[in-house]
């Protein structure tokens, strides 16, 4: 079976958004303070590229997930779900960074998203590891929802620096699941 890697080139798309964007978008957005939440923002110069990013990301998790994860149904649906929730946030849009009008309703809807997205993957980590053929990839599994948890946190009480903390979210989450997948391919 020919190895697919939608969710490598969309996270590599995604990687050099996160980074290259800021200097394209409102004057004041910064790295380190706002998120990519915030740079798909309504009313957010540019802002269309981060959302389409986060909808390509949420449609290759899909696909690569029902590629790759055809025994394990739970896991499946995790994924599913993960990727729905990532195309939920490039869907509905984050408030603006600065006063303005802007929808509440779909920056609501944009933070259930969020939130779901933060969820799942925390999920398909953890059940993962029970799928993992070795104790190594099974620590690395669960040692990735860890530290999901602790930067979501971080991003709470150390939001001055919610920017940097989602980015490594996104870092190491897409990283381990390009490793998780991979391990995926070699059993297919």
């Known amino acids: 079976m020919k190895k697919h890697e939608y969710i490598k080139w969309s996270f590599l798309l995604l990687f050099v958004v996160m980074f290259v964007l800021p200097f394209f978008s409102e004057e004041g957005y910064s790295i380190l303070k706002h998120t990519t939440s915030e740079l798909g923002g309504q009313n957010t110069k540019n802002s269309f590229i981060m959302n389409i990013s986060f909808i390509l990301l949420g449609l290759s998790s899909i696909i690569e997930g029902g590629i790759y994860l055809k025994g394990f149904l739970m896991h499946r649906v995790l994924l599913i779900l993960f990727g729905l929730s990532l ?26 998203a ?51 903390w989602q980015r490594l979210i996104f870092i190491s989450s897409f990283t381990w699941i390009i490793y998780f997948l991979n391990g995926m391919k070699k059993k297919t």
């Open 87 to 112: 195309i939920g946030a490039g869907v509905f849009s984050h408030m603006p960074i600065y006063d303005g009008p802007y929808s509440q309703r779909e920056d609501y809807y944009h933070s259930i």
């Open 114 to 164: 969020s939130s779901l997205t933060g969820f799942t993957f925390t999920m398909f980590a953890i059940s993962s590891a029970f799928i993992e053929r070795t104790k190594k990839r099974r620590v690395i599994a669960v040692s990735v929802a860890i530290l999901g948890i602790i930067l979501s946190l971080l991003m709470i009480y150390l939001n001055e620096y919610a920017g940097l």
